[in-house]
């Protein structure tokens, strides 16, 4: 055998001897925990809840508020011959943890950048918990009273999120908010602090029913809390909503500063969400 044969020989046996005794260096050591999924959606109706998306997902979404309410009747067919205040949003996953989204209604021509981050997770069998920051800022512009400033156009955001979720049944979360500038036509701006809550029955993986409530705690508020209720059906990368609310506003910083009906006196609005999850 030559000198060539006997190296290409060393060299075979000596890479079989590695592959019997040396550890593969691709292998992960331990595995890597997966993130707590408390609630299935990134929203309650307009509120957020602490999730996020995996990393590198699109989710897009389609949202309507009619204006009329449902107790008009026959007349306006529940509202829905009546017009509609419509949102289109695009989230984006960075990471597992941080998300980035964009929304725009017709209302003023809202268009909102925002951002959210998991900031902790608890485990646990009965009751795990997840806490989000979530930010954001959004631009008018289309308004039917001169401003003028246009940085009085901006409306600012802040919200803290914990989530839990109660014998994987009963989905509990809190989401108080900050939003600078509430009113944009007042002569000074003005601020609301919120404190946002809502709750998620589980019938099934696919079914469930939810209800959440806006009370203003502190600042400039509109003539009512915001309110809705309804009820979620989930289908593979798709979320239906269908909902009973008296706001007709659907991005962040202007429902969170009140509703204009109220809820009491039965003057609620049908609206709809619908999202498609695209990996």
Known sequence: MNKKS???????????????TGTVNWQRSKSIPR??????ALYVSSLPTAETLQKGDLEFEVSHRFTTPVNYGDQTFAGLDGPANIRLSLG?????????????????DNLELSTKYKILQIPHSFAPMLFSLRGGVAYNGQIYDPIKNDGRRFQY????????????KIGIGL????LYNAHIFCVEPQYSLTLGNYIQFYISPSWSLFVEWNPTVSGW??????????IELETGGHFFKILLTNNDKINTAQVIAGADRDAAQGDLRLGFMI?????
């Open 35 to 40: 993130d707590l999924e408390l609630f299935h």
């Open 92 to 108: 984006y996953a960075i990471t597992q943890r941080w998300l980035v989204d964009i929304g725009r209604t017709n209302v003023h």
């Open 6 to 20: 006997m190296f290409i020989l060393t060299l075979l046996l000596t890479a079989a001897s590695f592959a019997q």
């Open 157 to 168: 955001y802040g919200q803290l999120i914990a989530n839990t979720l109660i014998n994987n």
């Open 175 to 178: 989401a108080p908010t900050y």
């Open 275 to 279: 999202t498609r999850l695209i990996k």
């Open 221 to 230: 508020r509109q003539d009512f809390n915001s309110i809705a209720a309804g």
